[in-house]
């Protein structure tokens, strides 16, 4: 008997999102039937195929009941404002449970259903390979050898079945695995296909800088206390930004992706960033309600100093408020003091995210991308 479709699976219906004079408007489903989001409402529309006759019925979508935070400074939104955020000092979004903006609700649902779908297949599928390399290992042994194959006819007959139904098992769970990614389109006018390619040329640049590091945490120093000439002690980690795919979305395009020490990565597609903490645990943030905002900062570097910082000064370990050297301290040494770049992705529903760039002006760069881009999003 041949190796046939797990009865449990369904294709995905996959998601288009259309970018129009009246604004971003999100629909979800295949063929006639759809439900369709936008700055209407939602609504449920379908048509008879070669008739020309559709009707929409509008629906009623609960509204949130999670407090928005209002928009602050360009240091984004302070923690304390944002529902189920962490300490003050804690640089960090709020739970996906909050963090998802209203409206995208349809396709965080689907990538929900997605990533069940996947959790059952992938172990699935990593065993039908293995098997299916197994099977076909030997009977190329077999074929290429001459004492077996002979000795044992009918089972080498019977071999050559299992390892053809083993074959295809894998191909069919290799398609599904395929077919349970969203599908998902993104209806760009040409300005936004460019603007947005622009973002994307400014992360594989920025993606080149020396040091990257996710702000962790930002604490203010007691500098008489402390001896220091620092205004905030900074808590960071080294990660990384690229150009990918995040394996739930089949789509063409290659998005930025944003690592991140504490909490979810970042990819940001054109119509939303996908924050993805784990297979359980994800949201979407509309990316017109992104604050992506760009500062130079001086730092005091005390690690390795990377080579494509600016220097624009140095300082002491131990300083007075002054900043000559504090001369009770025997083995003072002097701090280099390098231009950083500082990104923050903020959001009203909570994203709160920092990163700390070594090469500042790749650092300003994608931040003036990110806005062109923002100011050519249509409205509503």
């Known amino acids: 008997m041949g190796w046939r479709f797990r009865k449990s699976f369904s294709p995905l219906p996959g998601v288009r999102l259309n970018f129009s004079p009246r604004g971003i408007s999100t629909s979800v489903g295949a063929g006639p039937f759809r439900v369709h989001v936008g700055s209407q409402g939602a609504a449920v529309t379908t048509r008879i195929p070669g008739t020309g006759i559709s009707y929409r019925q509008p629906v009623h979508i609960p509204q949130s009941t999670t407090p928005q935070t209002p928009r602050s400074t360009s240091h984004g939104p302070n923690p ?33 259903k997605a990533q069940e779908e996947r959790s059952q297949l992938i172990p699935e599928l990593r065993a039908a390979e293995a098997d299916a390399a197994r099977l076909r290992n030997k009977h190329h042994r077999w074929a290429n050898g001459w004492l077996f194959r002979r000795l044992f006819r009918s089972y080498f ?35 936004l296909k460019d603007s947005f390619s622009r973002i994307c040329d400014a992360v594989a640049a920025l993606s080149h800088s020396q040091r990257i590091w996710d702000t962790i945490s930002s604490v203010a120093t007691d500098r008489s206390r402390e001896r220091t000439a620092a205004t905030q002690s900074i808590q960071r980690q ?19 992706r944003l690592m991140n020490a504490n909490g979810g990565e970042l990819f940001l597609y054109p119509a939303f960033v996908l924050y993805f903490v784990s297979q359980e645990a994800f949201a979407l943030v509309d990316i017109r309600d992104l604050r992506l905002d760009y500062n130079p900062i001086s730092f005091m570097e005390e690690q390795a100093v990377p080579t494509d910082a600016e220097l624009i000064g140095h300082t002491w370990k131990k300083a007075n408020k002054d900043g000559s050297p504090d001369r009770r301290f025997a083995n003072n ?48």
């Open 80 to 112: 304390q404002d944002v529902p189920g955020a962490p300490t003050p000092n804690e640089i960090s979004s709020a739970s996906t449970a909050t963090l998802t903006t209203e409206g995208l609700e349809p396709v965080k649902e689907l990538l929900t």
């Open 157 to 191: 007959v019977q071999l050559g079945q299992l390892t053809t139904e083993a074959i295809d098992k894998e191909a069919e769970l290799q398609e599904q695995e395929r077919l349970s990614r969203l599908a998902t389109e993104f209806d760009l006018p040409e300005i």
């Open 238 to 256: 080294p990660v990384g930004v690229s150009l990918g795919y995040c394996a739930l979305i089949q789509s063409s395009l290659k998005v930025p």
């Open 333 to 380: 040494y002097q701090i280099p003091i390098l231009k950083y770049g500082d990104l923050r992705l903020t959001s009203k529903s909570g994203l709160n995210e920092a990163y700390m760039i070594s090469h500042a002006a790749l650092a300003e760069r994608l931040a003036d991308a990110f806005a062109t881009f923002q100011r050519a999003l249509p409205k509503g």
